[in-house]
């Protein structure tokens, strides 16, 4: 199949990985990718963000299927286009995809579908977040409605912070307070077709700088999956999954058809497992929802798939998941370190060359996953705050962890940093 992805992360390189691991072999072009990319796939320079142009390269180029991996281009509304000339698709149409691009519209949609979450409150002045602040009291939670990479949310005791960060936000549109919801935290990735929609497998990200849960909000700086304490309270993985299906995702797909806006692509469930309960209790709310695969939970979650993706996307942009069987998964865990450059998130310093990425990659279950790279005069640079993934797979979080962190120990980008505590506490 020729597939177009578009993106230039390391979430884009992880679908890249995993279309390449499939025994049939798809021509993948990448638009615009990265150096890392670059070495395994072909790779076109054009605006990802532009349905105009990727439409016409699409159809140029007679491409069967298009995976959009980003959130900006669907808020931008790139499938819409590819739809209205007959292009499949992955990825929800600019409507749909305002269960991302807007906090307020999520936060309806799941009113409306009688989704579980915590309260919302939406200002658009000072005076309206500091009555907010009021109503719902410390920790505040304060969220731009709108894209922010990642790092539009605050959570503090800080008053004084949490009214910094939405003066800020406010100048470029509305703000959410919430309430604070104490818990574990699950990503759960969900294909829909529209109408319905199958699972993957729960992962968990750290989204802090730094090790212990310190430091700014990131994109996200690791990750891990499976998720062995679920079975502590749920007796199996698959308990959770199915009823996280059944409360959330199957009745959010549902209300955004009746809408009219029917959801295509991913639907990544930000969940959190409250501490309602005491130990082994809990209620499950959404946090947040996005329109696209997380970053970086794709890359633990993707390794583990043995079913083809293709299979799945594809599927999914024709509407005929329910032909499918649920996608199966490796026993194997999957760990997941960011190397990010210095400074990151606030002022990453870019320009830096990185070395030792062929040693790194000799490390057994070890596969490295470029995020903000680019190739000159032999050279590998960093170009972003978040620079490489490095996945390590193995029997178990122990062994994984051990091929994640040694392959880093090989890699040399001065001012690097990255957490040194992702997945510990499972090998706890």
């Known amino acids: 199949m020729k597939i177009l992805v578009l993106g230039s992360g390391a979430r884009e390189h992880a679908i890249v990985e995993a279309l390449l691991a499939e025994e049939a072999a798809h021509e993948i072009t990448v638009a615009p990718g990265n150096a890392g990319i670059a070495a395994r796939v072909e790779t076109v320079s054009l605006d990802a963000s532009n349905g105009r142009i990727v439409t016409q390269y699409a159809l140029d180029n007679e491409i069967e299927l298009v995976v959009v991996g980003p959130e900006a281009p669907l808020v931008a509304g790139v499938a819409d286009a590819l739809r209205a000339k007959g292009v499949p698709v992955f990825g929800p149409d600019k409507a749909a995809a305002a269960l991302e691009g807007s906090k307020a519209f999520a936060k309806r949609i799941m009113e409306q579908a009688g989704v579980p979450t915590g309260r ?34 605050l959570v503090t005791d800080d008053r004084a912070a949490a009214i910094a960060h939405a003066e800020y936000y406010l100048q470029h549109g509305p703000v959410l307070v919430e309430e604070f919801l104490s818990g574990q935290e699950v990503s759960l990735f969900f294909l829909a077709d529209g109408h319905d929609v199958v ?184 170009t972003g705050g978040r620079v490489l993934g490095v996945v390590g797979r193995g029997d178990g979080f122990a062994a994984a962890r051990e091929a994640a962190y040694t392959a880093l120990g090989r890699i040399r980008l001065d001012g690097g940093q990255y957490r040194h505590d992702i997945a510990e506490r499972v090998v706890r």
């Open 120 to 153: 919302a409150i939406r200002t658009t002045s000072l005076d309206e977040l500091n009555a907010a602040l009021d109503e719902l009291g410390a920790p505040h939670v304060v969220k731009a409605d709108g894209l922010a990479a990642g790092k539009g949310v």
């Open 199 to 382: 699972p993957l497998s729960p992962a968990q990200d750290y989204k802090r700088a730094h090790d212990g849960d310190e430091g700014p909000n990131t994109g996200g700086m690791g990750a891990y999956s499976p998720l062995p304490w679920l079975t502590d309270r749920w007796g199996a993985e698959a308990a959770f999954v199915d009823e996280v299906l059944d409360t959330i995702a199957l009745p959010t797909v549902r209300a955004l058809e009746a809408e009219g806006t029917p959801f295509v692509g991913l639907l990544y469930c930000g969940l959190i497992i409250t501490d309602e309960g005491g130990p082994g209790g809990g209620a499950v709310r959404v946090i947040e929802f996005n329109a696209r695969f997380g970053d970086p939970e794709t890359q633990v979650v993707l390794p583990r798939l043995t079913t083809p993706l293709s299979q799945l996307l594809l599927a999914a942009a024709t509407g005929t998941l329910a032909r499918l069987p649920y996608p199966s998964f490796s026993d194997e865990a999957a760990v997941v370190v960011v190397l990010a450059s210095e400074g990151y998130p606030e002022n990453p310093v870019t320009g830096r060359e990185i070395t030792g990425l062929s040693e790194a990659a000799e490390v057994p279950g070890v596969t490295i996953l470029h995020a903000g790279t680019a190739h000159s005069d032999g050279r590998f640079i960093a």
